[in-house]
């Protein structure tokens, strides 16, 4: 059964760091972009950061995240890593990882309409 499962969400104090990851497991999703979402308290869930297929491996982020996050894919193409540093309180959220359904595209987007796929998501909460 294909299924996309995150982990590293956890507690930091402001200005730290913390490393997800989002296995894919049951199949290959390498040709897919691969999507990373949150969901803060109250509110709807947000795009974060995405990266194409490994053909492509291009990457976009969402500008409340860009120079603070980096999103990455391992050398197979089924694990996608987001690092995330100098967190913020703000950073707090439900974090999700997501298969774009359309393969081989050059370019990914951070519009979660485009995503099919959804892990169950990992809390990442920011505190001093």
């Known amino acids: 059964q294909l299924q996309l499962v995150e982990s590293g969400g956890g507690t930091v104090q402001p200005g730290g760091s913390l490393r997800l990851a989002c296995a894919v497991s049951?199949?290959?999703?390498?040709?897919?972009?691969i999507g990373w979402f949150r969901q803060p308290p109250g509110k709807e869930r947000e795009g974060v950061s995405c990266?194409?297929?490994?053909?492509?491996?291009?990457?976009n982020y969402a500008g409340s995240v860009k120079g603070r996050f980096t999103i990455s894919r391992d050398n197979a193409g089924n694990t996608v890593f987001l690092q995330m540093n100098s967190l913020k309180p703000e950073d707090t959220a439900v974090y999700y990882c997501a298969a774009d359904w359309r393969p081989d595209l050059p370019l990914c987007t951070v519009d979660k309409g485009w995503y099919g796929l959804w892990g169950q998501g990992t809390q990442v909460t920011v505190s001093s």
């Open positions: 049951g199949n290959s999703l390498d040709a897919h972009a």
């Open positions: 990266i194409s297929g490994r053909r492509w491996s291009t990457t």
